[in-house]
């Protein structure tokens, strides 16, 4: 009986460091994958932004949103990382505010801008009935930065609360109504601010994900009439296959969002009706929740061609550059 107990007890650590590296190794490659997808985009908008006189209000929003999902990663991505590879006490009381408040405002900005994206676009490719639709339309590009504007100003104002709970990890039990993130904790102190704060959040989200689904469900229908008159739109209209091929990427991005959104949503609803929150349940949602920020900018690199155009032309300017500088022997 004694040796099987210590057969039982040399399993265990085992087990847990398996569990860990392959934690650790998931949420490394996540959020190594989002940083790098995420970088790119913003370098190969950059440099179009330097080739073109005005960005279109589709690729001002796509690059505003890799932005946010950058912010996401480097604000939830490498600290959790770093906490499950052993590295503790990174971040003072201070630090964690800022953290998770730079946190909250990311990922808001990330559902925001992706609902902001399948609206613009839907007014896009929307047939012009009516004068008021038709100078909508002709207005959008100068409505892109307002609406940014707005956008921050909104969630920085829904997140404000955020920074009040955040604290730094203590030693000892984690307390009722908190949020372990392993680098940061987020105590809510009681039973009401706890569900309070959490429906305020969901509200706001869910009233988001009803727009980007309502106005993705308006380009579908867009899609199939155009589907049925493909030819003679083409001889009409030389644009309209382009504004298409970024309609039906706008629906996969939005469809990807809802995917994640609802996994995410169904642990933070669980996460409500339980006063200790378990760690790995915390880390799922955590997982989840960035899985948009890592899969969105690989999709908007394989289906924007300008942004593919742009990735391939500084590859091979790069390879050029190598093969000059490389000395020739004799």
Not at 306 to 326: F, H, L, N, P, Y
Request: net charge positive.
């Amino acid at each position: 009986m004694r040796v099987s107990r210590r057969k039982k007890k040399l399993q265990k650590p085992g087990t847990m460091d398996l569990c860990i590296t392959i934690k650790g190794v998931s949420f490394l490659l996540q959020t190594g994958l989002g940083i790098l997808g995420n970088t790119s985009v913003l370098m190969a908008y950059a440099q179009i932004a330097l080739v073109e006189a005005c960005l279109q209000p589709v690729d001002k929003i796509l690059a505003h949103l890799a932005f946010s999902n950058l912010l996401q990663m480097l604000t939830r991505g490498v600290p959790q990382t770093m906490v499950i590879f052993g590295l503790h006490n990174l971040l003072d009381d201070p630090g964690c505010k800022v953290v998770i408040y730079a946190y909250r405002i990311s990922r808001a900005l990330s559902i925001c801008l992706t609902c902001m994206l399948s609206v613009f676009q839907a007014l896009t490719i929307a047939p012009s009935v009516g004068p008021l639709l038709t100078k909508l339309k002709s207005r959008l590009s100068q409505l892109v930065v307002p609406t940014f504007i707005g956008l921050w100003l909104l969630n920085m104002t829904i997140c404000i609360t955020s920074p009040l709970f955040a604290i730094a990890p203590r030693n000892g039990t984690v307390p009722a109504f908190t949020l372990n993130l392993g680098f940061c904790h987020v105590n809510f102190r009681d039973s009401l601010t706890y569900v309070v704060n959490g429906a305020v959040f969901s509200t706001r989200d869910f009233a988001f994900v009803a727009v980007m689904l309502a106005s993705s469900g308006y380009i579908l229908i867009l899609l199939q009439k155009h589907s049925r008159q493909v030819r003679s739109i083409r001889r009409t209209q030389q644009g309209t296959s382009m504004e298409m091929q970024a309609a039906k990427t706008v629906v996969i991005l939005v469809v990807l969002y809802t995917m994640f959104f609802g996994i995410d949503n169904m642990i933070w609803i669980y996460m409500l009706t339980v006063a200790r929150v378990p760690s790995v349940v915390v880390d799922m949602r955590a997982f989840f929740s960035s899985c948009y920020a890592t899969f969105s900018p690989f999709l908007m690199i394989s289906t924007n061609k300008k942004i593919k155009e742009r990735m391939v032309c500084a590859a091979g300017e790069q390879t050029a550059e190598d093969s000059t500088e490389k000395p020739t022997t004799k």
